[in-house]
């Protein structure tokens, strides 16, 4: 690994806590930039792909995730670089509270970890609704608590009138700069369900909401001194990090993509091209038959419990898919594509609808978090993407089960451990998601095994 250097404007907006409004002033604020002509490369810190999703809508590019627990220190500064190399700004959105990280009592992997490490400005997100002094002391209790890159803030549901007070008030007792407010913009508003937010996809007037977020950013927030503020960011320091493999390999792969299918971590995709694959994007809703030739197969996270309905009756390609299975197609399939290829899924009314039936058993929608945050994921058995007793870093968020998890990995999360994955030499399907960055041996083998698929058709 070669260290390099990175020259690059960037900044992190970062909250008090989860809902003070990163994602709406992000959202404005990537919205305003583009705009405004700029070339622009957004980032969201932590596991979450639904926030990504409009950060993709509005610049046009796929946003990325930065997980220091899931990917490691190193990798999340080389993803920042990489995907930072020739834009005007990159603009990172925190995850839940500035210090809420790993644990319950330590920042490790939060929103400061990672703006520490990489030396990104913060501007803090406030909501200022149903207070008045103790914004000073909330704030000063963000800046003094650890070691922090605060820079500024932004005052949210602050009306035009009151933002002056505020910004004074502020500003005159403590060393920050306030960067502008963000009124309530109800017409603005996205609807949320059980795994956060709905997907920009599924909102007919999205364009219509994001272009009266960024009219709003552009009149409410000083942009000019943000970006000053960005250009203020010290150089990164990286290493070159290089897959251990020896060549490309020309495979063939397809991923699902859809309004049922859509939770993919683009650095994944980029991963799997770099190693050789060539990337086929299917409708498990809309398609009736994989794409032609494909020598591996992708079956993401998503909402197929919402889309139950049209995923059975869509009996063409779930006989594909079985086909392609039994035929010992290389398939990872993560949360939402687990439970596809399961013999059914219950929705949340309690109506049961047939699905691929590959892997024995149901998956039924529950009223919590049936296992939330972040796991060690450790092999029990040599299988698709590495051997027994490699492990990788990975993450859990659904509000489903099924009565048959697998038992082909150990997951652990402090002093908790339970078996999980259904895993065989072609086969890695389980509620976990994984970031490749996290082990990338576990792509190197993936791809490896689409490779082998490929030649065994190419000697029939």
Request: hydrophobic fraction near 35%; include cysteine.
């Amino acid at each position: 690994m070669n260290d390099l250097t990175l020259t690059s404007n960037r900044i992190m907006l970062t909250a008090t806590g989860s809902g003070a409004g990163k994602t709406t002033i992000t959202c404005g604020l990537l919205k305003a930039l583009i705009n405004r002509h700029k070339s622009v490369v957004s980032f969201k810190c932590g596991p979450d792909y639904i926030d990504p999703m409009f950060h993709s809508k509005i610049i046009g590019t796929k946003s990325r995730n930065l997980d220091i627990f899931m990917c490691g220190e190193d990798n999340v500064k080389y993803l920042l670089a990489k995907n930072s190399v020739g834009c005007d700004i990159s603009v990172i959105e925190g995850v839940m509270g500035m210090y809420d990280g790993l644990l319950f009592q330590s920042d490790y992997a939060s929103s400061n970890h990672l703006s520490k490490l990489t030396d990104t400005p913060q501007i803090l997100i406030v909501n200022v609704k149903g207070m008045s002094l103790s914004v000073v002391a909330l704030i000063k209790g963000f800046l003094c608590y650890k070691e922090n890159n605060i820079k500024g803030v932004i005052l949210n549901n602050c009306t035009q009138g009151m933002y002056s007070i505020y910004k004074k008030m502020i500003e005159d007792e403590l060393s920050v700069h306030v960067y502008g407010y963000f009124p309530n913009v109800k017409e603005a508003s996205i609807e949320s369900r059980h795994l956060g937010l709905v997907t920009a996809n599924e909102i007919s007037d999205i364009n219509k909401k994001l272009d009266l977020l960024a009219k709003t950013a552009e009149e409410c927030l000083d942009i000019d001194a943000i970006l000053s503020l960005a250009s203020s960011a010290k150089a990164l320091q990286y290493k070159a990090i290089e897959p251990s493999m020896t060549k490309k390999l020309n495979v063939k792969i397809a991923v699902a993509r859809d309004n049922a299918f859509c939770f993919t971590y683009e650095d994944n995709i980029d991963l799997l091209k770099k190693l050789g694959a060539e990337i086929e994007y299917f409708s498990p809703l809309n398609d009736t038959t994989l794409p032609n030739n494909m020598d591996g197969l992708i079956l993401c996270g998503g909402y197929p419990e919402e889309y139950a309905q049209e995923l059975s009756k869509n009996k063409a390609m779930l006989q594909c898919i079985k086909n392609a299975i039994e035929n010992k197609m290389p398939t990872i399939a993560e949360c939402g594509g687990f439970m596809y290829l399961m013999d059914s899924i219950t929705d949340k009314n309690n109506i049961s609808y047939p699905m691929v039936s590959a892997i024995k058993g149901n998956s039924y929608m529950t009223s919590k978090l049936s296992r939330f945050g972040y796991i060690n994921l450790t092999a029990k058995v040599d299988n698709l993407l590495c051997k027994k007793g490699e492990s990788i870093n990975a993450h859990e968020f659904h509000y489903s089960n099924s009565d048959n998890n697998g038992d082909d990995f150990q997951a652990s999360k402090r002093s908790k451990e339970w078996d999980c994955i259904h895993a065989t030499d072609t086969l890695f399907a389980g509620y976990p998601h994984i970031h490749f960055w996290g082990n990338t041996n576990f792509a190197v083998n993936f791809i490896q095994k689409c490779d082998a698929y490929k030649q065994s058709k190419e000697s029939l």
